[in-house]
């Protein structure tokens, strides 16, 4: 894996991307850095210092050497970057004021944000005493409620939490969902298995007001499709380059979209936000509010929930599974 490039971020004016890229064409990793952190990487970088980064979860770091930067996660193959590449291609970055990404996604990534600092002796004794409490790691943000109740100690296992306690929500709070939470989001969306990883898919992500209140109207008067976060996932056959009939073209980019939407469901819940996944609309009416002739296939709905709700029971695992021996 190579330091590629620096991008910006998917919907924020703010923050970037820092891409590395391997052999393979869809072999690649992406760290995304908000405002401030890019702001203090900047700050980092002028200076020519050397610095320890720590990330959120509390057990990867950033390593800033004069030579190397190394970034190493939790779970996950190290990344390196030259530093003066680095350095040269961030300043470069920053110099111009850059617009968000059109969202149709294509690179990987779904890593904790950082939070970067000087490496200073003196400072580094103090650390610990002068700041303010330890941000929790991702997963404990993620399923901590809203009341601020501390919640117990979490393990990576807890993953089936967050399946077995996401809820489908009809009311959402008018609370605005955080722009890294969306790109959490599409970047999760955008890990779903795709057939021939073609990526047979295309995400709108609908901001204005106006296309909402329109597309309450396509999905059958259902007033919750007008949530702060609104994706509508469109199925984008021709993306998918397999020597198959069109039919199963049809079908396979049919599976992309729904299951890159399923992707972003979780990380939603993840978040600590909740959803409704919306499957009757009329496509044509769809097709027209977006201006595209790709066909539709869900609408995702996203938002803080107006209050919380307990698991809903579901059937017993031997109603729903029948074992074939």
């Known amino acids: 894996m190579k330091f590629s490039k620096v991008e910006p971020a998917y919907i924020s004016n703010h923050g970037c991307r820092l891409v590395w890229e391997g052999v393979d064409e869809d072999d690649s990793d992406t760290v995304i850095l908000n405002k401030n952190e890019l702001d203090e990487l900047v700050e980092i970088l002028k200076k020519d210092i050397s610095g320890t980064i720590p990330l959120e979860d509390g057990s990867s770091t950033i390593l800033v050497n004069s030579d190397v930067t190394q970034f190493s996660f939790q779970d996950h193959r190290q990344l390196e970057a030259d530093t003066f590449d680095l350095q040269k291609k961030v300043l470069e970055f920053v110099k111009i004021p850059h617009e968000p990404q059109y969202v149709h996604i294509s690179s990987k990534e779904y890593y904790p944000s950082v939070s970067i600092r000087k490496e200073d002796t003196e400072e580094r004794k103090n650390f610990t005493a002068k700041r303010t409490p330890q941000k ?19 393990s990576e296992s807890d993953v089936f939490r967050i399946f077995s306690t996401r809820r489908s929500t009809r009311k959402f709070s008018k609370d605005k969902v955080e722009d890294w939470k969306v790109d959490k989001i599409l970047a999760a969306a955008d890990t779903a298995p795709t057939a021939g990883n073609f990526q047979g898919l295309k995400i709108f992500y609908i901001k204005n007001k106006n296309t909402k209140h329109a597309l309450v109207e396509a999905a059958n008067k259902q007033p919750y499709v007008n949530a702060p976060v609104v994706l509508v996932f469109c199925m984008d056959p021709d993306r998918v380059k397999l020597k198959f009939p069109q ?11 729904t299951l890159a939407a399923a992707y972003a469901q ?30 539709p296939s869900s609408i995702l709905c996203i938002g803080y929930p107006d209050k919380k709700r307990p698991p809903k029971s579901r059937r017993k695992l031997k109603e729903l599974i029948e074992v074939i021996e």
Do not use: H, Y
């Not at 929790?136 to 979490?154: D, H, R």
């Not at 039919?247 to 979209?257: G, N, R, T």
């Not at 996944?277 to 769809?286: P, Q």
């Open 266 to 295: 979780i990380a939603a819940a993840g978040l600590g936000l909740s959803s409704i996944w919306i499957g009757m609309f009329d496509e044509k009416k769809v097709e027209t509010i977006l201006g595209t002739k790709l066909r």
């Open 136 to 154: 929790p790691s991702l997963l404990q943000a993620i399923l901590s409620p809203k009341s601020g109740k501390k919640n117990e100690s979490l």
């Open 247 to 257: 039919d199963i073209l049809d079908k396979f980019s049919l599976q992309d979209s």
